[in-house]
T-cell receptor, first 113, second 117 residues
Framework: IAGITQAPTSQILAAGRRMTLRCTQD?????MYWYRQDLGLGLRLIHY???????GKGEVPDGYSVSRANTDDFPLTLASAVPSQTSVYFC????????????FGPGTRLTVL | AQKVTQAQTEISVVEKEDVTLDCVYE???????LFWYKQPPSGELVFLIR??????QNEISGRYSWNFQKSTSSFNFTITASQVVDSAVYFC??????????????FGKGTHLIIQP
């Protein structure tokens, strides 16, 4: 049982390039989230999805898009990467819509030059 | 709007000392949930505890204990007899009841705890 997998583990990207970070879960959790972690700022929510077919914006959604075609996958796309998007990105899941704990993936370290 | 403040950016103690990590939160909701997560040097985020706003009982789990006080909007975390393996960044987080809690967690900026041998 893998839980939550994220790919790639790390990536160096030229500014202006398009990039999709992948997140896959095998726990069949309804809710999924994308956060970015920056030094001194903690984790900030980018986008979320309550269930397959629905998505919502978090605190810092600009420059990012998501889709939720099925329960297991929640990709995050940077349409045209900028250096300020250099960060560690975490995908998370939560069972149900109650305030249960969130489970986090291992993270993707992205550097935009 | 929700807000979580962890005023201690970094704490360094010697092994076996007790240490308390502070967390102060702001929310307009009467129903909310508080969390602590641990991020060791390896980078993963590990869930430690969840507490809802109607349960003010303190909790103890081994060397870890949590003190929830609604009167001061605080949810502090104490490690007793600290060990080197406790070295990590600790995050306090908040989720309110709007939208069924499906709009994510609001995190504090984290406290980097260093336990020196």
């Amino acid at each position: 049982i893998a839980g939550i997998t994220q790919a790639p583990t790390s990536q160096i990207l030229a500014a202006g390039r398009r990039m999709t970070l992948r997140c896959t879960q095998d726990m069949r959790h309804n809710a999924m989230y994308w956060y970015r972690q920056d030094l001194g700022l903690g984790l900030r929510l980018i986008h979320y999805s309550n269930t397959a077919g629905t998505t919502g914006k978090g605190e810092v959604p600009d420059g990012y898009s998501v889709s939720r075609a099925n329960t297991d996958d929640f990709p995050l796309t940077l349409a045209s990467a900028v250096p300020s998007q250099t960060s560690v990105y975490f995908c998370a899941t939560k069972e149900g819509l109650l305030n249960n704990e969130q489970f986090f993936g291992p993270g993707t370290r992205l550097t935009v030059l | 709007a929700q807000k979580v403040t962890q005023a201690q950016t970094e704490i360094s103690v010697v092994e076996k000392e007790d240490v308390t990590l502070d967390c102060v939160y702001e929310t307009r909701d009467t129903t909310y949930y508080l969390f602590w997560y641990k991020q060791p040097p390896s980078g993963e985020l590990v869930f430690l505890i969840r507490r809802n706003s109607f349960d003010e009982q303190n909790e103890i789990s081994g060397r870890y204990s949590w003190n929830f006080q609604k009167s001061t909007s605080s949810f502090n975390f104490t490690i007793t007899a600290s060990q080197v393996v406790d070295s990590a960044v600790y995050f306090c987080a908040l989720s309110d009841d709007s939208g069924g809690g499906a709009d994510g967690l609001t995190f504090g900026k984290g406290t980097h705890l260093i336990i020196q041998p």
